[in-house]
Protein backbone atom coordinates (compact mmCIF):
# COMPACT_ATOMS: atom_id res chain seq x y z
CA UNK A 1 0.00 0.00 0.00
CA UNK A 2 1.69 3.10 -0.92
CA UNK A 3 1.63 5.80 1.77
CA UNK A 4 -1.07 8.09 -0.30
CA UNK A 5 -3.27 5.45 0.06
CA UNK A 6 -2.37 4.57 3.65
CA UNK A 7 -2.88 8.56 4.45
CA UNK A 8 -6.20 8.72 2.90
CA UNK A 9 -7.55 5.42 4.76
CA UNK A 10 -6.76 7.12 7.97
CA UNK A 11 -7.85 10.81 7.10
CA UNK A 12 -11.06 8.53 6.69
CA UNK A 13 -11.28 6.98 9.86
CA UNK A 14 -13.63 9.16 12.17
CA UNK A 15 -12.39 9.44 16.09
CA UNK A 16 -15.53 7.40 16.96
CA UNK A 17 -14.80 4.74 14.96
CA UNK A 18 -11.19 4.75 16.43
CA UNK A 19 -12.47 4.73 19.77
CA UNK A 20 -15.47 2.52 19.14
CA UNK A 21 -15.18 0.65 23.00
CA UNK A 22 -18.15 -0.72 25.52
CA UNK A 23 -17.56 1.64 28.26
CA UNK A 24 -17.68 4.32 25.97
CA UNK A 25 -21.22 3.64 25.25
CA UNK A 26 -23.55 5.53 26.08
CA UNK A 27 -26.85 3.80 27.85
CA UNK A 28 -30.30 3.53 26.42
CA UNK A 29 -31.71 5.10 29.14
CA UNK A 30 -30.72 6.85 32.41
CA UNK A 31 -32.33 7.01 35.90
CA UNK A 32 -33.27 10.54 36.89
CA UNK A 33 -33.80 10.86 40.82
CA UNK A 34 -36.93 13.14 40.37
CA UNK A 35 -36.63 13.77 44.22
CA UNK A 36 -33.79 15.50 43.67
CA UNK A 37 -35.15 17.95 40.85
CA UNK A 38 -35.16 21.94 41.38
CA UNK A 39 -37.88 23.85 39.45
CA UNK A 40 -36.62 25.93 36.80
CA UNK A 41 -36.90 29.31 38.01
CA UNK A 42 -36.68 30.56 34.65
CA UNK A 43 -39.85 28.76 33.18
CA UNK A 44 -43.14 30.63 32.65
CA UNK A 45 -46.11 29.14 34.47
CA UNK A 46 -48.56 29.94 31.96
CA UNK A 47 -50.42 32.81 33.79
CA UNK A 48 -50.56 31.22 36.67
CA UNK A 49 -49.44 32.78 39.98
CA UNK A 50 -46.31 31.83 41.51
CA UNK A 51 -46.29 29.29 44.41
CA UNK A 52 -45.19 29.38 47.62
CA UNK A 53 -44.08 25.69 49.15
CA UNK A 54 -44.09 25.43 52.80
CA UNK A 55 -43.09 22.04 54.51
CA UNK A 56 -45.40 20.64 56.76
CA UNK A 57 -44.75 18.79 59.95
CA UNK A 58 -45.48 14.96 59.65
CA UNK A 59 -48.20 15.20 62.31
CA UNK A 60 -49.94 18.27 60.37
CA UNK A 61 -49.35 16.97 57.59
CA UNK A 62 -51.35 13.61 58.12
CA UNK A 63 -54.78 16.04 58.79
CA UNK A 64 -54.19 18.79 55.78
CA UNK A 65 -53.67 16.36 53.10
CA UNK A 66 -54.39 18.76 49.93
CA UNK A 67 -53.57 22.46 49.20
CA UNK A 68 -56.67 23.24 49.26
CA UNK A 69 -57.39 22.27 52.94
CA UNK A 70 -54.32 23.86 54.44
CA UNK A 71 -55.33 27.06 52.45
CA UNK A 72 -58.65 27.13 53.06
CA UNK A 73 -57.60 27.04 57.27
CA UNK A 74 -54.69 29.45 56.90
CA UNK A 75 -57.48 31.99 55.14
CA UNK A 76 -59.98 31.61 58.31
CA UNK A 77 -57.16 32.13 60.86
CA UNK A 78 -56.45 34.97 59.02
CA UNK A 79 -59.53 36.78 59.05
CA UNK A 80 -59.94 35.93 62.83
CA UNK A 81 -56.81 37.81 63.38
CA UNK A 82 -56.75 41.66 64.21
CA UNK A 83 -55.57 43.91 61.04
CA UNK A 84 -52.34 45.12 63.11
CA UNK A 85 -50.83 41.16 63.02
CA UNK A 86 -52.02 40.40 59.54
CA UNK A 87 -48.98 42.78 58.05
CA UNK A 88 -52.10 46.00 57.74
CA UNK A 89 -50.38 48.85 60.10
CA UNK A 90 -53.00 51.10 59.91
CA UNK A 91 -55.12 49.39 62.79
Known amino acids: ?5 ESVKIMSKTP ?3 SQNANDELLGEYY ?3 KKAKPNRFATRGG ?3 LK ?3 LDEDVAQ ?3 TPESVN ?6 IKSMPKSANGDDTA
Open 63 to 65: VFT
Open 16 to 18: FEE
Open 1 to 5: MSQKQ
Open 48 to 50: RQL
Open 53 to 55: VVV
Open 72 to 77: KVLRAL
Open 32 to 34: FDY
